[in-house]
């Protein structure tokens, strides 16, 4: 990142309206790709565009995220708009803009890793070739279908309306806009492609990595897209699309690998992974976790904490106290705030592993069997037993019945995924006129897909996307 900082600028404005920026130095790209290790310091550089307050940190998590999915009763007043789905106020227009440039920058990068990696593939040892260009690849379709699924339509609203562009070159030239089935069909080309190359990831192979290992690099693949995270985000993005059948697949692949084993009551008592470390697909990495669930979940109160009421905490578990995240993952507030519940599960591990500390999951083996059982439902075969085990693993009795299955997996979104940023997204793709704590119908307001930034609308030309 001290190499290279790409200004997305260029890729947001027209040929009349670009800025005045430095050009890309042929001569740092070539001192960072002249080796294996700057390869591996630009891919590291994406994840750390991506861990930032304005993204996964705050904003398309707990912050905007949870506040339009009514996750909270109580959020800083900046969110104001937010609460009655206005989108032109000035926080909200910040807000959106940083998603997008924000977003559109961290393709930029993965796209110069791209451009040159095929052909400085001899410097590369062991499978660090495959595995680098799987997660660049992984990563555009990641982020290119987090921006359609801020910026775009359903599928089930319409295949064709436009929605966002899908860029996949590193260039000064403007992207064209494509349509919400034009983009999805550009990410399962990404994921077909990503997955093919980390087939050599080590966490499919079973290769046993160590610090005498190349130092160690492919230790840790949960901090990485790698092979099984792709895989679950490719069930994410062909649930999304209705292809049920594939969707299963690929959830059934990442289930069945039985890499990723459920939390345990006694690691929750212990305080040992409040993160659920070992359920990531992939998770990502922020050295300072601890402080931030002290800024904005701190059980004192203050202008900047996000709460909930411990009325709506017992409403959001169907009044089943002994599920572990009811007993383990909120706190009690303190004096006047007694009647709050702040979440805990970026708390500070207690395990002396780094393994269980600083991690923020974005993709988890509960959103799997999700997958599978909405996948088995639509195609009329027994999801029970799908939806189940995700139940059983939070110490929740299992269903013999389901009346409702949409109430009931939104039930399980809302007690799983709060302050993650699923659940917005969740309730966009179920297009749900009605839900918690709001009298306001999201569809109508069309609260389900942001505003494209004004400097895009204006410069670039863009096309109405609501």
């Given at each position: 990142m001290k190499y290279k900082i790409i200004i997305a600028a260029l890729l947001l404005a027209?040929?009349?309206?670009?800025?005045?920026?430095?050009?890309?130095?042929?001569?740092k790209d070539e001192e960072l790709f002249s080796s294996e290790a700057g390869f591996k310091?630009?891919?590291?550089?994406?994840?750390?565009?991506?861990?930032?307050?304005?993204?996964?940190?705050?904003?398309?998590?707990?912050?905007?995220?949870?506040?339009?999915?009514?996750?909270?009763?109580?959020?800083?007043?900046?969110?104001?708009?937010?609460?009655?789905?206005?989108?032109?106020?000035?926080?909200?227009?910040?807000?959106?803009?940083?998603?997008?440039?924000?977003?559109?920058?961290?393709?930029?990068?993965?796209?110069?890793?791209?451009?040159?990696?095929?052909?400085?593939?001899?410097?590369?040892?062991?499978?660090?070739?495959?595995?680098?260009?799987?997660?660049?690849?992984?990563?555009?379709?990641?982020?290119?279908?987090?921006?359609?699924?801020?910026?775009?339509?359903?599928?089930?609203?319409?295949?064709?309306?436009?929605?966002?562009?899908?860029?996949?070159?590193?260039?000064?030239?403007?992207?064209?806009?494509?349509?919400v089935a034009g983009v999805i069909e550009k990410v399962l080309a990404d994921l077909?492609?990503?997955?093919?190359?980390?087939?050599?990831?080590?966490?499919?192979?079973?290769?046993?990595?160590?610090?005498?290992v190349d130092n160690g690099y492919l230790i840790n693949r949960q901090l990485h897209l790698n092979y099984y995270a792709a895989r679950g985000l490719q069930a994410r993005v062909l649930l999304y699309n209705k292809d049920y059948a594939r969707a299963a697949e690929s959830a059934r692949e990442v289930i069945n690998s039985g890499r990723f084993p459920w939390t345990t009551q006694q690691r929750l008592?212990?305080?040992?992974?409040?993160?659920?470390?070992?359920?990531?697909?992939?998770?990502?990495?922020?050295?300072?976790?601890?402080?931030?669930?002290?800024?904005?979940?701190?059980?004192?109160?203050?202008?900047?904490?996000?709460?909930?009421?411990?009325?709506?905490?017992?409403?959001?578990?169907?009044n089943i106290t002994d599920d572990y995240r009811y007993l383990y993952l909120y706190n009690v507030g303190e004096g006047a705030n007694s009647n709050s519940r702040y979440i805990a599960k970026y708390n500070a591990s207690s395990?002396?592993?780094?393994?269980?500390s600083n991690k923020m999951a974005m993709i988890k083996i509960a959103e799997m069997h999700f997958i599978l059982a909405e996948a088995l439902q639509r195609d009329r075969q027994d999801f029970l037993p799908a939806l189940n085990a995700a139940r059983e693993a939070r110490g929740v009795a299992p269903?013999?019945?389901?009346?409702?299955?949409?109430?009931?997996?939104?039930?399980?979104?809302?007690?799983?995924?709060?302050?993650?940023?699923?659940?917005?997204?969740?309730?966009?793709r179920k297009q749900m006129e009605n839900i918690p704590n709001t009298d306001l119908n999201p569809v109508e307001l069309k609260a389900y897909v942001f505003p494209l930034p004004k400097s895009e609308r204006e410069a670039a030309n863009r096309q109405d996307n609501r």
């Open positions: 027209s040929c009349s309206e670009w800025l005045d920026v430095e050009p890309r130095s042929q001569v310091e630009a891919l590291a550089g994406v994840y750390a565009l991506l861990a930032t307050d304005a993204l996964y940190v705050k904003e398309l998590r707990f912050g905007m995220l949870g506040v339009l999915a009514r996750e909270w009763d109580y959020q800083n007043t900046s969110y104001a708009d937010e609460t009655t789905y206005n989108y032109e106020g000035a926080n909200p227009t910040n807000r959106i803009e940083g998603i997008w440039t924000g977003l559109y920058n961290a393709i930029a990068n993965a796209n110069v890793i791209l451009e040159v990696i095929d052909e400085k593939k001899h410097l590369f040892s062991g499978a660090n070739y495959p595995v680098i260009k799987g997660e660049a690849l992984a990563l555009r379709a990641f982020i290119h279908f987090d921006l359609l699924r801020c910026f775009g339509a359903t599928p089930g609203e319409g295949p064709d309306r436009p929605a966002i562009p899908y860029v996949a070159r590193y260039t000064s030239l403007q992207s064209p806009q494509l349509t077909d492609s990503a997955t093919f190359y980390l087939q050599a990831d080590p966490i499919r192979t079973g290769e046993k990595i160590t610090e005498t008592i212990n305080g040992a992974d409040y993160t659920g470390a070992a359920e990531q697909l992939w998770g990502i990495d922020v050295n300072n976790l601890s402080a931030i669930s002290e800024a904005y979940f701190q059980t004192t109160g203050g202008n900047n904490v996000f709460s909930i009421t411990s009325a709506s905490l017992m409403s959001y578990h169907e395990s002396d592993s780094l393994y269980y269903l013999t019945a389901v009346a409702d299955f949409d109430a009931a997996l939104a039930s399980e979104f809302r007690k799983e995924f709060i302050g993650e940023g699923q659940l917005f997204f969740h309730y966009k």
